[in-house]
């Protein structure tokens, strides 16, 4: 499969839980990674492979997968959580690489 | 600590070639990496053009495949993108990225990006 779908917007309120998912054949192979991009600046990779998050990612998020999805998870919402989410990942043929729609995230 | 910078012309005319290109500074662009180019339309999604591996193996998105080119200078620890034939359509942010190679590990990332150029392609 060549594709990978994301919810376009989902809403939280401010200190509660959200679950932003992925869906796509070829996670059932590789792992997803979870970018945050906010108005005028770069994608910031917040979680990859199984849970693992870079230094300087607040520990309120958190990734999982099971069979063809993933989900990015943050739990306590904050205000600056507010932003476009991008999951990422190969193809099943490996030699190309896949991004999921988006996701906008509103902090309510 | 290693940085990419993103530099080439922010005006392209319609039907040229869009050419952009990555530095990278703090480090060797000769590890076992993948250095890729990712656009961003504007008020749209992240979309992979390619990506370029330390030992010139290249990979390139289906739908763009004919008319991009990614190559590496290695005496100027610099990539490169060529897009030809561009139309409007082609107007976006173009964001160079660092991915750990996962042939292994099977996760695939992008540690490291460029703050991005704005090329817009209009006449």
């Known amino acids: 499969s060549s594709e990978l779908t994301q919810d376009p917007s989902v809403s939280v309120a401010l200190g509660r839980t959200v679950r932003i998912t992925c869906q796509g054949d070829s996670l059932r192979k590789y792992y997803a990674s979870w970018y945050l991009q906010k108005p005028g600046q770069a994608p910031i990779l917040v979680i990859y492979?199984?849970?693992n998050r870079p230094s300087g990612i607040p520990d309120r998020f958190s990734g999982s997968s099971s069979g063809n999805t993933a989900s990015l998870t943050i739990t306590g919402a904050q205000a600056e959580d507010e932003a476009d989410y991008y999951c990422n990942s190969r193809d099943n043929s490996g030699n190309h690489r896949l991004f999921g729609g988006g996701t906008k995230l509103t902090v309510l | 600590q290693v940085k990419l910078q993103e530099s080439g012309p922010g005006l392209v005319k319609p039907s040229g070639t869009l050419s952009l290109t990555c530095s990278v500074s703090?480090?060797?662009?000769?590890?076992?990496?993948?250095w890729n180019w990712v656009r961003q339309p504007p008020g749209k999604g992240l979309e992979w053009l390619g990506e370029?591996?330390?030992?010139?193996?290249?990979n390139y998105n289906p739908s763009l495949q004919s008319r991009v080119t990614i190559s590496v200078d290695k005496s100027k620890n610099q990539f490169s993108l060529k897009l030809a034939s561009v139309t409007a359509a082609d107007t976006a942010m173009y964001y160079c990225?660092?991915?750990?190679?996962?042939?292994?590990?099977?996760?695939?990332?992008?540690?490291?990006w460029g703050q991005g150029i704005l090329v817009t392609v209009s006449s």
């Open positions: 492979g199984k849970n």
């Open positions: 990225a660092r991915a750990p190679d996962a042939t292994v590990t099977l996760i695939p990332f992008f540690d490291l």
């Open positions: 370029i591996a330390h030992n010139g193996r290249t």
């Open positions: 703090g480090g060797s662009i000769s590890k076992s990496v993948w």
